[in-house]
């Protein structure tokens, strides 16, 4: 018993000094992937970007300006849709239209007031600016995503050091070796004067069509502030205060606040940047870094592709800088409003058709799920409004979400076949259900997932019928964006699409229910799941977008493979017919080509080819992504900006939810675990000898680390944050156990092994055929 007592000790020490050493790899990892250029960016969207989820901004040089683009995550005309709400606004009413092929009038209520009104939208913030005509040339821009801190330098000296609070709706700039005047600008957005753009949704409609009274900027002493008011009461003010800490050095802070009517009355920035400068710079310095060191501490990843492991860290920088409790989710553009006069691209909404959902991807595995629950506690904020949405509209009393949303989860319209689709909140609940497998919160279970699932398949079984068939169906049904917003987007048959979502729903609603012992809510949810039909599939074995409509045009959005991923219902794990499924189909998607996707397409695809186990596939469509879809700045931009043939859309709108299912794809190829077991490297190119990751998580709340060296993977590490039962498909044949604790091991197979964790349990597994 001795001797057995001190190999434990030691194991435990040997443990402990790789989690130091695994501590130390991480900051120097990171710290590799800085993004360094010899000038500033001379465009908004390829700006440095900084922010914490709720403030942002965006470094550049507009002229002869040094030019900080200012934004807030709940800047938002929030005016009603105009005509959206009529008599006809309802489903039946829809439905009615399309049997009598009269749908020219659903387009002219429902899909033009969101390509012609201005508004409801996103509004962006303003700016500011500092005189640097004669500072001469700049040496140097430099983002550290380690600190989350950008520093310009020129070559006369000057330094600028600037960054957004982790956590405080501040921004700090810092100036040294300053030689002359130092003039700030506060730069207001021009409301007012000519409309040069309007009905443009892409490009973004010109502000002066918003029709605001022009807000002023006032100055007194080292403080400027600005007060816009917007529609409906809604205000919002931008202030800066500076002060000289000696001869040549500066510190300023910035803020933006907002306030709407009837709410809580909130600080205004003129008091909260006074507030923050007395505090000083080093103080909120070192609070910002201490909530980034905590942030990467939760993941890292190396691989031998260097253009794909600096992109990663780039996107969980982005993500880091987005996604907040107590914000508002991640939009379109999150906190990078477009600084040019214009409204934002697609208003800068909330696209639940993918847009919102692929931003959320990568939180799961990437072990930042309390980064990921400002997604939820958004959706549970504007619950109430959603219902509302739903009895007018559905007429019953489920739970229903518009495709296209304000801040609070207003409907605003356009293409009705996905702002007004039956099954936006379906896939909404598939990020509850992961919040839920990646956590075990057993509270989270009982007050969010179920609930909401539960009240998605109310509404579903309501808004449902059953066909001649005896199968259950939508009266019509679509698929993202199949057909665009024409009549023939409009199908009788449940699309793929449609018929993944309502079949997960119902899953997993019996699932959930049967996990709270709630016997009969189970047994008829498995009833009423059990009359959907099987997935249209060619005679090849391919996916199809409808049973009469089989994919024959390259298309940006995979929505009729839905059911492959995200959602996992087709699983390779499942045998012949579901590998032969999405081989075929993956195969048949890339004969077909990708002429008219846009980068998310290829983060996408990398995604599902991860799930096919193709390491070699997923690989290259992420460097594709990489190298063609992202700007200098790492933003994903929609069109292919080498023109090199990756696609024929090669316009420039940036939106987010590219890089966060590219960082998601990555992680797909390094850790699986929706198939009931742990695998790892399940889908990496077979050139990628030396891999290795830290704490990705896994479903059931297993913290995962593992490493590869020449080829063959040595080592796996994990640790059970909630205990709980799992499998680990094993990766090599010879292994044994260098350290467990709370651990016991059940070899079922030659392929897995069983483990069952108490609480904070923990094992390491090496394998014996290496040296390492």
Not at 313 to 328: D, I
Not at 382 to 400: E, I, P, S
Not at 530 to 559: G, I, K, L
Request: net charge neutral; proline share 4%; charged share 25%.
């Amino acid at each position: 018993m001795k001797a057995l007592h001190l190999v434990l000790i030691f194991a435990s020490l040997t443990s402990y000094t790789l989690n130091a050493q695994q501590v130390t790899d991480r900051k120097e990892v990171v710290s590799k992937h800085e993004l360094n250029f010899d000038k500033l960016s001379t465009s908004w969207d390829e700006g440095i970007p900084l922010g914490n989820g709720m403030v942002g901004a965006l470094v550049w040089q507009k002229g002869n300006n040094l030019h900080l683009s200012l934004d807030r995550a709940d800047l938002w005309d929030m005016r009603p849709m105009k005509g959206l709400h009529r008599k006809e606004f309802s489903y039946k009413w829809v439905e009615g239209q399309v049997e009598k092929k009269d749908y020219g009038i659903v387009q002219k209520y429902f899909d033009e007031p969101y390509d012609t009104e201005p508004a409801p939208s996103k509004i962006p913030g303003g700016a500011l600016e500092f005189e640097i005509q004669n500072w001469g040339t700049v040496s140097s821009v430099r983002l550290s995503p380690k600190e989350a801190i950008c520093e310009v330098k020129w070559q006369n000296g000057i330094v600028l050091k600037t960054f957004v609070h982790a956590v405080k709706p501040v921004g700090w700039f810092r100036f040294e070796n300053l030689k002359g005047d130092f003039i700030p600008h506060l730069i207001a957005p021009k409301y007012q004067g000519e409309v040069k753009v309007s009905g443009d949704p892409v490009g973004g409609d010109d502000l002066a069509r918003l029709g605001y009274k022009q807000g002023k900027v006032t100055q007194q002493g080292n403080t400027i502030s600005y007060e816009q008011e917007g529609w409906g009461g809604f205000k919002y003010q931008i202030s800066v205060t500076w002060k000289k800490i000696n001869n040549a050095t500066i510190e300023g802070v910035w803020s933006v606040t907002s306030q709407y009517p009837g709410t809580k009355i909130n600080p205004v920035a003129e008091s909260v940047v006074k507030k923050t400068l007395e505090s000083g710079y080093n103080t909120d310095l070192k609070s910002h870094i201490a909530w980034w060191e905590k942030f990467w501490s939760k993941s890292s990843i190396q691989v031998p592709d260097p253009l794909l492991e600096k992109q990663w860290y780039l996107e969980q920088y982005k993500f880091g800088s987005a996604a907040r409790r107590g914000a508002p989710p991640i939009s379109l553009q999150a906190v990078w409003t477009a600084d040019n006069g214009r409204l934002p691209p697609w208003k800068g909404d909330y696209h639940h058709d993918l847009n919102t959902q692929l931003s959320y991807w990568p939180s799961y595995s990437g072990n930042h799920l309390e980064e990921g629950l400002g997604y939820i506690d958004d959706l549970e904020k504007n619950k109430a409004n959603y219902k509302r949405y739903t009895k007018m509209y559905f007429g019953n009393d489920g739970l229903a979400v518009p495709g296209v949303t304000t801040l609070d989860g207003t409907e605003m319209g356009g293409w009705i076949q996905y702002s007004f689709s039956p099954t936006v909140s379906a896939w909404l609940g598939h990020h509850y259900y992961l919040q839920w497998r990646y956590s075990m919160d057993r509270k989270f279970l009982e007050q969010k997932a179920y609930p909401w699932i539960k009240d998605v398949a109310k509404h579903l079984e309501q808004t449902t019928v059953i066909d001649e068939k005896g199968f259950r169906k939508l009266p019509i049904s679509s698929s993202p964006e199949m057909n665009d917003n024409d009549i023939s987007a409009w199908f009788h048959q449940n699309t793929n699409y449609d018929l993944a979502l309502m079949t997960f729903t119902f899953k997993t609603a019996a699932e959930l229910a049967t996990e709270l012992g709630l016997k009969e809510e189970a047994l008829h949810w498995k009833k009423i799941g059990d009359q959907f039909p099987d997935y249209a599939r060619t005679v090849n074995n391919e996916m199809m977008v409808t049973p009469t409509m089989p994919y024959t045009e390259s298309h940006r959005h995979f929505s009729h493979l839905m059911a492959i991923h995200p959602l996992g219902l087709i699983k390779w794990e499942d045998g012949e017919k579901a590998q032969s499924t999405i081989k075929n189909t993956l195969n048949l998607v890339d004969k077909i080509g990708p002429d008219y996707w846009c980068g998310y397409s290829y983060s996408w695809m990398a995604n599902l080819k991860a799930r096919e186990k193709d390491g070699e596939g997923a690989a290259h469509d992420l460097e594709i992504f990489a190298k063609a879809f992202c700007l200098k700045n790492s933003f994903h931009v929609n069109g292919d900006q080498t023109k090199s043939g990756y696609s024929k859309f090669q316009y420039k709108p940036f939106t987010l939810e590219g890089n966060f299912a590219f960082a998601a794809g990555l992680q797909e190829m390094l850790l699986q675990s929706y198939a009931g077991f742990i695998e790892i490297m399940p889908a990496v190119p077979v050139s990628w000898k030396d891999i290795s990751f830290n704490t990705l998580r896994a479903e059931g709340a297993f913290l995962v680390s593992a490493s590869k060296k020449e080829g063959i993977i040595t080592e796996i590490k994990i640790v059970a944050e909630q205990g709980g039962k799992t499998k680990l498909k094993l990766p090599f044949k010879n292994w044994k156990i260098e350290s467990g604790e709370k651990v016991n091991t059940k070899e079922i197979s030659e392929e897995f092994i069983e483990l069952q964790f108490d609480k904070g349990g923990s094992i390491i597994l090496k394998n014996k055929d290496t040296r390492y």
